[in-house]
């Protein structure tokens, strides 16, 4: 799997996935954003690396990122829930229609172009980007979640979306459920443990679509990449009750500019692969 790859090249991405492993679980606990959002734009650059053919690479990432994404929810939430800070009834409301919604994105994220992918999750993203960089904080546009059957479409929304990007449902449930007048600190618990919901049929259908690939490098299960997977989630899942912690602790606001920068260049990046 690493033959044409030198010692040092090897230690060095192994470092930059044990430090988006770290990165992902802080941002999974501090702004519920789901550790995806950074995890699949790194996977996406260094998987070249590992072997992984172009045309599948996007796929790999995906993959890879909801496996990552089990643990780091389930440490995430144990930590909100401790806190009081998630919804079960909107948890039992919204779950079985985003789960829904995770089997219909993973069907179609399994089987699409991988330019197709990659230019919905770089568009997705320059629009997330955009809505931490300037949407006023407390600004919201009913004082409730709208009734049946659009608040069951937003729920389907998150699920197929989120399961197609590889992210956590909070990237899109955090900016709804505050859009919608609730407290910032009840919607990152709750999407917290949306992602549980997300990303563990989103998982076992991208373990499932990619058995028969023939461009799987060895290390591979479908398109989940194992030593991903094993460096990223104990440093992921282990840090994502200190962002946890620091997100009752501080205004996060001069953060979330900062992020949604950084989501500005990588979706910059992912356009120039696909049209530089």
Do not use: C
């Amino acid at each position: 799997m690493f033959a044409d790859v030198s010692l040092p090249l090897l230690i060095g991405l192994i470092a930059a996935l044990a430090g988006t492993g770290l990165v992902g679980g802080v941002l999974a606990g501090l702004l519920g954003v789901g550790g995806g959002i950074v995890i699949v734009p790194v996977l996406y650059n260094i998987l070249p690396f590992f072997g992984v053919d172009d045309t599948i690479r996007i796929h790999v990432a995906i993959g890879t990122s909801l496996a990552t994404i089990i643990p780091t929810s389930i440490s995430s939430a144990r930590s909100h829930y401790k806190k009081g800070a998630i919804d079960v009834d909107l948890l039992k409301s919204w779950g079985p229609v985003i789960f829904i919604g995770v089997i219909l994105g993973t069907i179609v994220a399994a089987y699409a172009n991988s330019n197709l992918l990659t230019l919905v999750f770089a568009t997705l993203a320059l629009v997330v980007a955009a809505n931490m960089a300037f949407r006023p904080d407390n600004v919201h546009i009913s004082e409730s979640l709208p009734k049946a059957p659009f608040k069951q479409l937003i729920a389907l929304f998150i699920g197929g979306f989120s399961a197609m990007m590889g992210i956590g449902g909070g990237t899109f449930t955090v900016p709804i459920l505050t859009l919608f007048n609730y407290p910032i600190r009840k919607a990152v618990g709750t999407a917290a443990a949306i992602g549980l919901i997300i990303a563990v049929p989103g998982t076992i259908g991208f373990l499932i679509a990619g058995l028969d690939t023939a461009k799987l490098p060895p290390g591979n299960i479908g398109y989940v990449n194992i030593l991903g997977f094993l460096v990223i989630f104990p440093m992921a899942a282990l840090f994502a009750p200190v962002g946890a912690k620091i997100a009752h602790q501080i205004n996060g606001s001069l953060l979330k500019k900062a992020f949604a920068f950084f989501l500005f260049l990588t979706s910059l990046r992912m356009f120039y692969s696909l049209y530089g």
